[in-house]
């Protein structure tokens, strides 16, 4: 199992991954945090992947090559194009290894248009921070969202100026029909409600925190498929996650650094080889994810699990009051 989740926020879209694979043997499941889920596209878009990784690495490195090829590459064009040429290549790829389970997530921008967002949707989530129905209370509302509220009720939508319109979007085999999520929206794939249920606590923090922060919305979403993870023991699901934001500057490979008293731990983006690396700074441990088609499940051996963020969480979590919000100066971003 995977958690892929996406949110379309005030200033375009973030995505998250996990990083782990599980490989099968004699019966019995192996799990490594090596799987780097989240591959740009484009300076504007970013897909996502949950399922069967050999599909993944089939069908990723063509969408990839074909879009370079599109006179057009805008948003737009790209959204109508990707599910009819994965629904070809997941046929070819089904015709050679039979059919496998494999689910998209898409986040793009649309950098020359404001977003749009529904007056009600604001109104629900601003409702949500007066009576602190979230997890984390707060006495204050971005500017922006008072700003939208301050329209006539009669108005449905507003434009926010200063902001790049997000798209979110899911599709999954073998139809791969595009399902768009509207703005001020997430979803997830691979988890099933559950990640979706802790996203939801966390809604007012990450999508109506500070609209121009990529550090609120990534260490919300974090905390909160964290939380789930942590809750549910999902053995499927683990080491660290990896963020992409989409916003009116292009696209941003996201990473953190988590300390407490006993240990030191980094996610980082490295630019040059283009992949996510978990290193914990304490004991020297340092795995570096992997695109999918530089996955081989034979080179899958030893202990290559990265459950050291999970568990300096707990850790952290037992000796914290029960009242205070899970994060704040623990958490560094980087």
């Known amino acids: 199992m995977t958690i892929i989740a996406g949110v379309s926020l005030l200033n375009g879209v973030m995505l998250l ?19 780097q889920k989240l591959l740009p596209i484009a300076s504007w878009m970013a897909i996502g992947f949950s399922g069967d990784v050999a599909a ?16 057009r590459a805008d ?40 977003n749009i967002v529904e007056r009600s949707k604001v109104a629900e989530i601003v409702t ?3 009576t602190k129905q979230g997890t984390w209370h707060r006495d204050c509302v971005p500017d922006v969202f008072m700003r939208v509220l301050m329209t006539p009720p009669e108005v449905k939508t507003v434009r926010i100026d ?6 979110l979007a899911t599709m999954a085999a073998p139809d791969f029909e595009l399902r768009e999520y509207p703005s001020l929206t997430f979803c ?44 549910t023991d999902l053995d499927s699901v683990g080491g660290m996650y990896p963020c992409i934001k989409l916003d009116l500057r292009g696209l941003a490979c996201l990473g953190h650094v988590y300390g407490t008293d006993s240990v030191k731990l980094a996610l980082t983006f490295d630019s040059q080889q283009k992949r996510w690396i978990q ?21 899958l051996i030893g202990n290559q699990r990265f459950d050291d963020w999970l568990e300096a969480r707990h850790r952290f ?13 623990d958490v560094l971003s980087e």
């Open 317 to 329: 979590l037992a000796k914290r009051p029960a009242n205070s919000s899970t994060t704040g100066d």
């Open 56 to 71: 993944a690495a089939f069908i990723i490195p063509q969408i990839l090559h074909s879009s370079r090829k599109l006179r």
């Open 188 to 231: 997830t794939i691979g988890s099933g409600g559950g990640a979706s249920r802790e996203i939801a606590a966390e809604a007012d923090w990450i999508i109506a925190g500070d609209p121009f922060s990529d550090f609120m919305a990534m260490m919300g979403l974090t905390d909160a498929v964290g939380r789930f993870v942590g809750s």
């Open 75 to 114: 948003p737009i064009t790209l959204l109508r194009w990707l599910p009819r040429v994965t629904r070809k290549l997941y046929s070819i790829f089904a015709r050679m290894h039979g059919h496998r389970q494999i689910h998209f997530m898409i986040g793009a921008t649309m950098r020359d248009r404001p």
């Open 128 to 130: 949500s921070i007066a």
């Open 162 to 167: 200063g902001t790049a319109r997000g798209i």
């Open 17 to 35: 991954a996990d990083s782990r694979v599980t490989v099968t043997r004699q019966g019995e499941d192996g799990h490594f945090d090596v799987a």
């Open 279 to 299: 290193t914990n700074r304490t004991t020297g441990k340092r795995i570096e994810l992997r695109c999918p088609w530089e996955i081989d499940s034979a080179q």
